[in-house]
């Protein structure tokens, strides 16, 4: 049995010029609008730039919807139900509570209220 690298440096030779100039077609199918959109590729460095330019959109177009919902309750929280302190550590309490909710959101709360935390602090007054 070869390992797969052998098999990649033996047969470097012949894939290189028989592919190098080629591009690569991958057609991506869209199923809420039955649609298809092709992408041609070629195999230079821009790839990856286009590949993460696609990824970054897909996953923000994705969750873009969720994280509405979640400054909207931010929003109502802070107005309604604790309006003179600090929303986060209630939210975040909240969210510890819900098993379904994942995890960055509840650490991006936490990341939220230590901002607030350091931008709310008093300066020293004695050096002033």
Known sequence: MYDTQQLLDKNEGIRKPRYDSKPIITYLLILNTNSYEKITWSLDGSIYDSLKEYILSAIISYYTPYHKEYYNYLKYVSEYIIPDSSPYQYIINKL??????????????????????MVTKPYPTKYF
Do not use: A, R, V
Request: charged share 45%; proline share 5%.
């Open 96 to 117: 510890k509570d819900d098993k379904k909710q994942p995890k960055y959101i509840i650490d991006y709360f936490n990341e939220l209220k230590t901002i607030m935390k």
